[in-house]
C-alpha cells in the first residue's frame, strides 16, 4: 500500500508542476508577443493576451515604470515567477512526503 499511496503523490506533485508551467510559459508567451509587438487583432494574440492578463489580475500594473515595456515585464513576470516557485515548492513539498 505504501507504493501506492507514494505513487499518487508523485502523480499530484507532476500535475501541480505542470499546471504552474504552463501558467507561467503563458505568461511567458504574452511578454514576449508584447515585446515583439504582436499583431494584436490576431486571434492567438488575443487569447494569449486574455488568458495572461487573467492570470496575473493581481499582478497587472503593480508597478509604475515610465516605459510600458518595463510595465508588462515587471508586472507579469512577477506572476510567472510567483507562479514557479509556488508550484514547484507545493510539489516538491508533495514528493517529500
Given amino acids: 500500500m505504501p507504493l501506492r499511496r507514494s505513487s499518487g503523490t508523485n502523480q499530484a506533485a507532476t500535475v501541480i508542476t505542470v499546471v504552474a508551467d504552463v501558467m507561467a510559459g503563458i505568461i511567458g508567451l504574452w511578454i514576449l508577443m508584447y515585446l515583439l509587438d ?17 492570470l496575473a489580475g493581481w499582478s497587472y500594473d503593480l508597478f509604475t515604470f515610465d516605459e510600458s515595456w518595463a510595465r508588462v515585464v515587471a508586472g507579469y513576470g512577477l506572476a510567472a515567477v510567483v507562479y514557479l516557485f509556488i508550484g514547484h515548492a507545493a510539489a516538491g513539498r508533495l514528493r517529500r512526503h
Avoid: K, S
Avoid at 46 to 53: E, H, L, W, Y
Fill in 38 to 54: 504582436a499583431n494584436r487583432a490576431n486571434g492567438l494574440v488575443t487569447f494569449v493576451q486574455d488568458a495572461a492578463r487573467w
